[in-house]
């Protein structure tokens, strides 16, 4: 079994703050983690449940993934984040498997994480970020 547990459950939001405080309210929640990430042009807020977090993204340019999803759909689930031992083994399997790779290599992510995409399409319709705990 490659996938060793949920690792986050990604919510794309509009005004990180206003999410943020949302959570805080609604479940006495607390931000563990937050970071904005140049590369994909996106500040998160992780909030730790169990081992697991809930990540609520929200764009930091116009041209990031994020903008666009909000864009076309509006606020709601983005993406789901597998933790695995190995980044590049779990992204082959997928690929042999039949899905369709966004990175075709892993590269860093935040939490000094190392990350990879996969497509929804080929992979039952769902955006998947495999995550790798440390090097």
């Given at each position: 079994m490659l996938l060793t547990e949920i690792d986050h459950v990604?919510?794309?939001v509009k005004d990180l703050d206003a999410a943020v405080d949302y959570y805080r309210r609604a479940f006495g929640a607390e931000v563990d983690h937050r970071e904005t990430v140049e590369s994909d042009?996106?500040?998160e807020a992780?909030?730790?449940v169990a081992d697991s977090f809930?990540?609520?993204t929200a764009a930091t340019?116009?041209?990031s993934p994020i903008a666009r999803f909000?864009?076309?759909r509006g606020e709601g689930l983005h993406h789901v984040g597998y933790r695995v031992e190995d980044c590049a083994a779990a992204l082959r399997s997928m690929v042999e498997a039949g899905a369709t790779p966004i990175d075709t290599e892993p590269r860093p992510g935040s939490r000094g994480t190392t990350v990879a995409f996969v497509h929804p399409r080929?992979?039952?319709g769902v955006l998947v970020e495999l995550v790798q705990i440390g090097p």
């Open positions: 990604a919510i794309a042009g996106v500040e992780l909030i730790k809930i990540q609520l340019r116009p041209d909000l864009d076309r080929g992979n039952l």
